[in-house]
């Protein structure tokens, strides 16, 4: 399971805060999220501070939003080592 609760909301950004499991069905839950983001013309950014763990799509999908300019931050290093290991 993925809890994703907003931290902040304004015209131009939208915030979000990531809990859980970021697998299977999350992984499309995240994506909708971003895609309105991106359909409304606004920045968006992504606390995983408690994201524990992501499957191989939803560190795809990290990775993506990464190239789309969505900021990540408090990032765990298991996180951060996934997303490395897909891009080699």
């Known amino acids: 399971m993925l809890k994703i609760s907003i931290i902040s909301?304004?015209?131009q950004a939208i915030a979000y805060h990531l809990e859980g499991r970021l697998v299977g069905p999350?992984?499309?839950?995240?994506?909708r999220i971003g895609d309105e983001a991106?359909?409304?013309?606004?920045t968006l950014t992504l606390d995983l501070e408690g994201v524990r763990f992501a499957d191989h799509n939803g560190i795809a999908?990290?990775?993506e939003l990464s190239q789309r300019?969505?900021?990540?931050?408090?990032?765990?290093?298991f996180?951060?080592?996934?997303?490395?290991e897909?891009?080699?």
Do not use: P, Y
Request: aromatic share 8%.
């Open 9 to 11: 909301d304004s015209d």
């Open 26 to 31: 999350w992984v499309n839950e995240l994506r």
């Open 38 to 42: 991106f359909a409304q013309k606004k």
């Open 61 to 63: 999908l990290l990775q």
């Open 69 to 77: 300019q969505v900021s990540q931050f408090n990032c765990s290093q």
């Open 79 to 84: 996180l951060i080592q996934q997303m490395k």
């Open 86 to 88: 897909l891009t080699r």
